[in-house]
């Protein structure tokens, strides 16, 4: 990964001290996994740092393909300080700076369909791809509207999900994912069409709700009305990872029906189990039979994050009926999983939060598929300061 700024002495200096922490807990014996210590989710120069490295240089889920199903679709966020319009343009989806090229007002809020964007200001006028159409009573010779196109990110879509990332040089996502597609695509993810999506803040950093998201330790303690009855702990397993990703299972229990048909080739052991995975660093989602749910998480600062969440249906098997229960179900294990994270991130002050034992594979072996991921970004980052 490219380093994206410089980094002042001092700054460096600590950075260090949790680069060495890193490399310690990541090489720590099989059989005695630890967890990040609290400071990890708590400082503030960390949080700048990972914010111009791991967080800006990663592949971020801006939604699904189908927010945007038309020609002059679009929506628009903010992601790490960068004001986004991801539109559809007749050649594709584009991710476009949200920041007027003239004296950076922002040029569109929101969401809609639009043929141009015309900045509120002083009403330039730009296309969908970014280019600037017009801009009036601009006659110093000097003046070269080409000059003037928008800002623009990488992006892909796999999965039926938009992935941009904003460093100039993207690492490879297929590779990052590899392994990802073969444990999935018999979901067909792009099979299913949103049925809902909602935006809120949490306090908490984001590397709390990836870890929380992926692990099925706490489902029958914390959601023990929501979720145990369908995925207890108990019958939580690791799945597969890769270089950039991580998954489990959360398998049904024997006398709980499959819920829904889904795809054909669905195999009756994944209709029957509901399968999580997260592209690092801040995607985490739900795969079953018949729903889709993704959330991803847009770090504001370090104990602060915006997190969307959509869901979605597969070939919209559902009747509308159920998607509502459904929506209700989920904004319910939003709440509890929240209230959780919102009073940890209280106590990652404390001497005392100095990262503890984790359980075992089935159970939070993600998290520490999660904790070596972060350890890699930064032994790379390291390597080219
Ligand atoms: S800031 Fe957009 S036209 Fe002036
Ligand atoms: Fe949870």
């Known amino acids: 990964m490219s380093k994206e700024l410089a980094i002042s002495p001092l700054l460096l200096e600590h950075v260090q001290s949790f680069r060495d922490e890193l490399g310690e807990l990541a ?7 630890q967890g990040l210590p609290g400071r990890f989710y708590a400082d503030q120069d960390f949080f700048e ?41 007749p050649n594709g989806i584009n991710a476009l700076s949200n920041v007027c090229r003239h004296r950076g007002m922002r040029l569109a809020e929101g969401s809609g369909n ?13 296309d969908t791809d970014g280019a600037l159409l017009r801009a009036t009573r601009m006659k110093n010779s000097g003046f070269d509207p080409k000059n003037c196109k928008l800002g623009e990110f990488h992006i892909l879509e796999r999965f039926g999900f938009i992935y941009i990332c904003l460093a100039e040089n993207a690492p490879d996502f297929d590779q990052s994912v590899s392994g990802l597609e073969t444990l999935i695509s018999e979901y067909e993810p792009e099979n299913y069409h949103l049925v809902h999506t909602a935006t809120e803040i949490w306090n908490t950093n984001w590397k709390c709700l990836v870890e929380n998201f992926m ?3 706490h489902l029958s303690v914390v959601h023990p009305e929501t979720l145990h009855g369908y ?12 270089d950039g990703f991580t998954s489990y299972f959360a398998n049904y229990p ?29 995607q985490v989602v739900s795969v079953a039979a018949t729903l889709l749910v993704s959330l991803s998480i847009r770090p504001l600062t370090v104990d602060t994050i915006e997190v969307k969440w959509t869901m979605s249906n597969y070939k919209s098997e559902l009747d509308e009926d159920t998607v509502r229960q ?21 106590s990652f ?15 939070e072996g993600t998290v520490l598929d999660f904790l070596h991921w972060i350890a890699r970004q930064h032994a790379s980052i390291a390597n080219s300061d």
């Open 231 to 242: 995925t207890p702990t108990g019958l939580s397993r690791k799945g597969p990872s890769g």
């Open 326 to 346: 459904r929506i209700a179900l989920w904004e319910e294990v939003n709440r509890e999983d929240r209230e959780k994270l919102e009073i940890m991130q209280q």
């Open 27 to 33: 090489s720590a014996p099989a059989e005695a996994p």
């Open 49 to 89: 740092h990972e914010t111009k490295t791991v967080l800006k240089g990663g592949w971020h889920c801006a939604g699904r393909v189908d927010e945007v199903p038309n020609v002059g679709d679009y929506f628009t966020f903010n992601l790490l300080g960068e004001p986004i319009i991801i539109v559809r343009a």
């Open 349 to 363: 002050g404390s001497r005392f939060a100095n990262g503890g034992p984790l359980a075992e594979a089935d159970y």
């Open 215 to 217: 692990e099925g330790y």
């Open 254 to 282: 024997e006398d709980i029906e499959s819920r829904g048909k889904g795809a054909p080739d669905l195999s009756e052991e994944s209709r029957h189990r509901s399968t999580l995975f997260s592209v690092f660093p801040c």
């Open 114 to 126: 639009t043929k141009r964007f015309v900045c509120p200001y002083h009403a330039w006028i730009y």
